[in-house]
């Protein structure tokens, strides 16, 4: 590797992000939980224990690291309505996941440049 890390102090490195993530994600969703009721903010459909996995918690700003202690950034969606919330943003916005990838230069030679020589027959 060139940044001069190991092999395995770059995996610990992304286990200790990949676990950070998932300790910020169960805060936020928690006091979120604790905080809203468990209904769906754009189709109100009502959540129990048993189908709560299907209640998520939506950042009004799109900025998942915003998390007041209000909870003034949350509110309790879907599913199928946070996909759908999401997917309005990225039509909004024009941005999308394919967007944000590095794009690979289009090809500037000619194969053909050369055929008009290599079919002539002499």
Not at 8 to 28: K, N, T
Not at 63 to 89: I, K, Q, T
Not at 99 to 111: F, L, Y
């Amino acid at each position: 590797m060139s940044t001069g890390k190991s092999r395995e102090e770059v995996d610990r490195i992304i286990a200790q992000s990949r676990r950070d993530a998932a300790q910020r994600d169960l805060g936020y969703r928690e006091r979120a939980l604790k905080m809203y009721p468990w209904i769906c903010g754009r189709c109100a459909r009502e959540f129990t224990r048993t189908n709560l996995t299907e209640l998520t918690v939506h950042h009004r700003n799109h900025d998942h690291d915003f998390n007041p202690a209000d909870g003034s950034n949350w509110e309790l969606l879907c599913v199928y309505c946070h996909d759908n919330e999401h997917s309005r943003y990225v039509d909004h916005t024009g941005v999308s996941a394919l967007d944000a990838e590095d794009k690979v230069a289009p090809a500037t030679g000619n194969p053909f440049a050369n055929l008009k020589s290599l079919l002539k027959r002499e």
